[in-house]
T-cell receptor, first 111, second 116 residues
């Protein structure tokens, strides 16, 4: 069955540094992969979608890579700020099918 | 971006009562809506998928008679927790997929259900 892992349950970094979150999947060949942000007591908010034929995608301070050989996606936040503190969820998916969320990584950016 | 409104945001009820949660897509037509449940510090668990005008598809282990889902229009889906018990206390989140062929899901703000 499909398995999605995110590198760590929690990640603490210093303000201004680059945060790197990892999403690994097994028994699955998704056509795309999405990243969401979830704040406590709130629903997830869509951040980025990267397709299997795209190696990298950027949006402001966010960068996502997608390596279908390694079955891995990396999510980077550059120049991190305390306001970036949240739980980040990856969600590999296929067109027209439901996607499954990873367990999430709780990022804390320390001032 | 697209907006999904979920109501109520918080509900406290007595054991044995039924609770209805509404999910509306405000600026797009949602051919498919999803209902998730989330326990503290855990990821979202898909409960069911509903398509407008048809019966919902429930995930394994989710009681369809317990969690009634109605998707009567392209902008509204409801989840009714029937005869709620304390173990049903959880955070329920809906999402909607844009019917224009996009695969992005837009989420509601969630409903915190507490059953006493």
């Amino acid at each position: 069955s499909q398995k999605i892992e995110q590198n760590s349950e929690a990640l603490n970094i210093q303000e201004g540094k680059t945060a790197t979150l990892t999403c690994n999947y097994t028994n699955y060949s998704p056509a795309y992969l999405q990243w969401y942000r979830q704040d406590p007591g709130r629903g997830p908010v869509f951040l980025l979608l990267i397709r299997e034929n795209e190696k990298e995608k950027r949006k402001e301070r966010l960068k996502v890579t997608f390596d279908t050989t390694l079955k891995q996606s990396l999510f980077h936040i550059t120049a991190s700020q305390p306001a970036d503190s949240a739980t980040y969820l990856c969600a590999p998916g296929d067109y027209g099918q439901n996607f499954v969320f990873g367990p999430g990584t709780r990022l804390s950016v320390l001032p | 971006g697209a907006v999904v409104s979920q109501h109520p945001s918080r509900v406290i009820c007595k054991s044995g009562t039924s609770v209805k949660i509404e999910c509306r897509s405000l600026d797009f037509q949602a051919t498919t809506m999803f209902w998730y449940r989330q326990f503290p510090k855990q990821s979202l668990m898909l409960m069911a998928t509903s398509n407008e005008g048809s019966k919902a598809t429930y995930e394994q282990g989710v009681e369809k008679d317990k969690f009634l889902i109605n998707h009567a229009s392209l902008t509204l889906s409801t989840l009714t927790v029937t005869s709620a018990h304390p173990e049903d206390s959880s955070f329920y989140i809906c999402s909607a997929r844009d019917g224009a062929g996009k695969d992005i899901q837009y989420f509601g703000a969630g409903t915190r259900l507490s059953v006493l």
